[in-house]
C-alpha cells in the first residue's frame, strides 16, 4: 500500500489501472476472457498458504522464470493453475456454503464463464470458433450446454472457485486510501457469425450478423467493442 499511500500525500486524486480480467492469448489486459472475472494471477498466494489452501514448500517449488526482472508468462500460467487446483482439492469442499453463496451473488456471469473456461480447456485452449462440436460452439440447445456442464463439473467447479478465491480469499485486504484508483474495462474483439447480447446494467443492445464474408475460412467478420461494453454470449 506504499504507492497508494503515495499517491494520497503527494496530491493525487486519481490513479488509472489496467483492466485486472483474466488475459487470453498473448496475455494483453485489453484482450481478456471476460469484463467481469479477476485475473487468476493476481491472487496473493501468500494468503493462500496462511489459508492452508497451499505450502510454503509447493509454492517455492515452482518454476517462476530465470530473471526476477522479467515476467515469464509461460510458466506463470503452467504453474499457477498447478498451484490453484491443488487449493481447490483442499478447499472447494471445506468452503462448499461460502462457495455456493458466491454463485448466487454472481450468477448473471459466473456460471457461463465457468463453463465457458471449462470447454476451452477441452478443446485444446483454442479459439471457440475453433472448437470441434459445432453444437457447443454455437450453443444450439440447452441440453448440450447442460451436457458439457456435467462432463466438465471438475473443471467448471475449478473456475469457479479461483474467482471465488480472487474476490474472497486470495484478494490484497482492503487498505484505506485518499488516493481513487480508476479500473478500465476490457476491450474486447468479438467474432461471431450469429446474434450475441451487449449487456450493461443501464444499456443494451443486439449485434446482428453483418458483411456477407466467409467466416470459417477468412474470419474477418467481426466486431471491435468499446470499453464500455460487457459481452455475455447468450
Not at 486524486?13 to 494483453?28: A, E, H, N
Not at 448440450?144 to 486470495?170: C, H, K, N, P, S
Request: glycine share 4%; with cysteine.
Amino acid at each position: 500500500y506504499d504507492f497508494a499511500d503515495f499517491l494520497a500525500a503527494a496530491g493525487q486524486k486519481y490513479w488509472q489501472l489496467l483492466p485486472l480480467g483474466p488475459t487470453s492469448y498473448g496475455d494483453s489486459p485489453y484482450q481478456s476472457f471476460s469484463s467481469f472475472a479477476g485475473n487468476p494471477y493476481f491472487i496473493d498466494l501468500d494468503l493462500l498458504v496462511k489459508d492452508k489452501l497451499l505450502t510454503r514448500a509447493e509454492v517455492n517449488a515452482c518454476d517462476w522464470g530465470d530473471d526476477p526482472r522479467y515476467v515469464d508468462y509461460g510458466k506463470i500460467y503452467a504453474s499457477r493453475f498447478t498451484l490453484l487446483e491443488k487449493a481447490k482439492t483442499r478447499g472447494f469442499t471445506r468452503d462448499r456454503e461460502a462457495v455456493a453463496a458466491f454463485e448466487r451473488e454472481n450468477e448473471r456471469w459466473l456460471p457461463n464463464y465457468a463453463l465457458f473456461m471449462a470447454l476451452k480447456r477441452h478443446f485444446g485452449m483454442k479459439s471457440w470458433t475453433e472448437w470441434d462440436d459445432e453444437d457447443i460452439r454455437c450453443r444450439t440447445s440447452s441440453e448440450v450446454v447442460e451436457r458439457y456442464r456435467a462432463e466438465l463439473r471438475e473443471d467448471v467447479e475449478l473456475f469457479t472457485y479461483i474467482q471465488f478465491l480472487f474476490f474472497e480469499v486470495g484478494a490484497t485486504p482492503e487498505h484505506k486510501s485518499d488516493a481513487c484508483f480508476l479500473f478500465a474495462v476490457t476491450n474486447y474483439r468479438v467474432t461471431f457469425n450469429k446474434p450475441y447480447r451487449v449487456r450493461m446494467p443501464y444499456f443494451a443492445f443486439s449485434i446482428y450478423q453483418h458483411q456477407v464474408n466467409d467466416f470459417n475460412k477468412q474470419k474477418t467478420n467481426s466486431l471491435v467493442v468499446g470499453s464500455l461494453f460487457f459481452i455475455i454470449f447468450n
